[in-house]
């Protein structure tokens, strides 16, 4: 079945540094998402990408769709305490059934002040 | 956030009880989605509705049940709980025009 993998799974950031996650899908897809779930909170939905290539910016965070759609990365920029909290990519398989999404097993971002 | 809650929100049981938690949406979204969320694995779709009373599979069913009877309503059943499912579920909704999901505030299930 469908994988998507998220590296690196735990990302120590000093407050103001810049930083990459990434999210690798075994198969082609439709869309991706991003997600974000703040410590003992639920996920919430940040972002979709649909296009080959797409690149979309949020303030400091921007995120990539790869050119081969299967996949994508986020980037935030100078870092801040409010960025704490673990980003989850999603992707929906091309003609996928009840549109299911596909999580990725998160990166979990803690920020040093 | 979406009109999305859970019931209970946390929730302690002993080995071999049945258990039930309900998902709830006033927003009238054609399909709900139940998680489990475990370190290490990130969510994983346990099963889903694409309708009332319509239900299907997702990739960790096993020992768990599902039922739709009201479009605001999801239920999640666990006929016999065992340890290996002490977890956080979440619920979640979509309604279809885009993939994407809204998700309630979860429920943290310990079994005993």
């Known amino acids: 079945g469908q994988q998507v993998m998220q590296i690196p799974q735990y990302q120590h950031v000093q407050e103001g540094e810049d930083f990459t996650t990434y999210c690798n899908s075994s198969?082609?897809?439709?869309?991706i998402q991003w997600y974000k779930q703040r410590p003992g909170g639920h996920p919430v939905f940040l972002i979709q990408l649909v296009k080959s290539g797409e690149v979309k910016k949020q303030k400091r965070l921007t995120f990539q769709f790869g050119e081969a759609k299967k996949n994508s990365s986020l980037h935030i920029t100078a870092t801040q305490t409010t960025d704490v909290g673990t980003y989850f990519c999603a992707g929906t398989r091309l003609k996928a059934a009840g549109n299911k999404l596909t999580f990725g097993g998160g990166t979990r971002v803690l920020v040093k002040p | 956030d979406a009109g999305i809650t859970q019931s209970p929100r946390h929730k302690v049981t002993e080995t071999g009880t049945p258990v039930t938690l309900r998902c709830h949406q006033t927003?009238?979204?054609?399909?709900m989605y139940w998680y489990r969320q475990d370190p290490g694995h990130g969510l994983r779709l346990i099963h889903y509705s694409y309708g009332v009373k319509d239900t299907d599979k997702g990739e960790v069913s096993d020992g768990y049940s599902v039922s739709r009877s009201k479009t605001e309503d999801f239920l999640l059943t666990l006929e016999s709980a065992t340890s290996s499912q002490t977890s956080v579920y979440f619920c979640?909704?979509?309604?279809?025009?885009?993939?994407?999901?809204?998700f309630g505030p979860g429920t943290r299930l310990t079994v005993l």
């Open positions: 979640a909704i979509s309604d279809g025009l885009t993939d994407t999901q809204y």
């Open positions: 927003e009238n979204h054609r399909y």
């Open positions: 198969t082609t897809l439709s869309n």
